[in-house]
């Protein structure tokens, strides 16, 4: 059933990244183990095989493998600096809602806000650690060009935030306005945040 080692890997990399997808359309709720099985072409028997641990397990792995892959592009994007960084950021989220529609959102913000049984709380967890990563991602990096750092955790954490929030304005008014107007605003924040003890 599970096919040969690499086939194996690529077809539960599938089902994650499938899950993934439709939880960022549809939230954790909505979706189910069926669903996403059908959804990636997958047998739903092969879907349990991978994921014994049943909804809760994918739907956990699917929120840490889309914010590990947001995580990856911070990462590399900052190493060209803070603004650079949050800059990348603002431009995924912006290409992801623009070019779904605005019918595909953030799977780490669908997971953090609904309501899951205390038994079901793994995806929640593993949206908190991806927001947490983020934020430190941004801390570190202005802490490296200058800033004070509980400066930068707050600002960090303000672009996380209003990031997280603007993607489900968009989605709400079908506009990427709400993302366009946060990026004119961030960006000066930013630039202080890494300049203040240099003045």
């Given at each position: 059933?599970?096919?040969?080692?690499?086939?194996?890997?690529?077809?539960?990399?599938?089902?994650?990244?499938?899950?993934?997808?439709?939880?960022?359309?549809?939230?954790?709720?909505?979706?189910?183990?069926?669903?996403?099985?059908?959804y990636?072409?997958?047998?739903?028997?092969?879907?349990?095989?991978?994921f014994?641990?049943?909804?809760?397990?994918?739907?956990?792995?699917?929120?840490?493998?889309?914010?590990?892959?947001?995580?990856?592009?911070?990462?590399?994007?900052l190493?060209?600096?803070?603004?650079?960084?949050?800059?990348?950021?603002?431009?995924?989220?912006?290409?992801?809602?623009v070019?779904?529609d605005?019918?595909?959102?953030?799977?780490?913000?669908?997971?953090?806000?609904?309501?899951?049984?205390?038994?079901?709380?793994?995806?929640?967890?593993a949206?908190?650690?991806?927001?947490?990563?983020?934020?430190?991602?941004?801390t570190?990096s202005?802490?490296?060009?200058?800033?004070?750092?509980?400066?930068?955790?707050?600002?960090?954490?303000l672009?996380?935030?209003?990031?997280?929030?603007?993607?489900?304005?968009?989605?709400?008014?079908?506009?990427?306005?709400?993302?366009?107007?946060?990026?004119?605003?961030?960006?000066?924040?930013?630039?202080s945040?890494?300049?203040r003890?240099?003045?």
């Open positions: 059933m599970a096919g040969t080692p690499g086939e194996a890997a690529d077809s539960r990399g599938k089902l994650v990244a499938g899950a993934a997808d439709m939880i960022r359309r549809r939230g954790l709720n909505a979706t189910s183990v069926r669903e996403l099985a059908k990636a072409r997958a047998p739903l028997g092969s879907t349990y095989h991978y014994p641990g049943g909804k809760t397990q994918l739907a956990t792995e699917a929120v840490t493998f889309a914010g590990d892959l947001a995580a990856t592009l911070l990462a590399r994007e190493d060209q600096g803070p603004i650079e960084g949050m800059r990348a950021f603002l431009r995924m989220w912006r290409k992801i809602v070019d779904t605005f019918r595909a959102g953030c799977p780490v913000l669908a997971v953090a806000v609904e309501d899951l049984p205390e038994a079901e709380g793994a995806p929640r967890e949206a908190a650690a991806a927001f947490s990563h983020w934020t430190e991602l941004l570190e202005m802490c490296a060009h200058g800033a004070e750092r509980a400066e930068a955790e707050r600002t960090a954490t672009i996380v935030a209003a990031v997280e929030g603007s993607v489900a304005m968009c989605r709400a008014q079908q506009s990427a306005e709400p993302l366009d107007r946060i990026a004119t605003q961030l960006e000066p924040l930013v630039r945040t890494i300049t003890d240099r003045t």
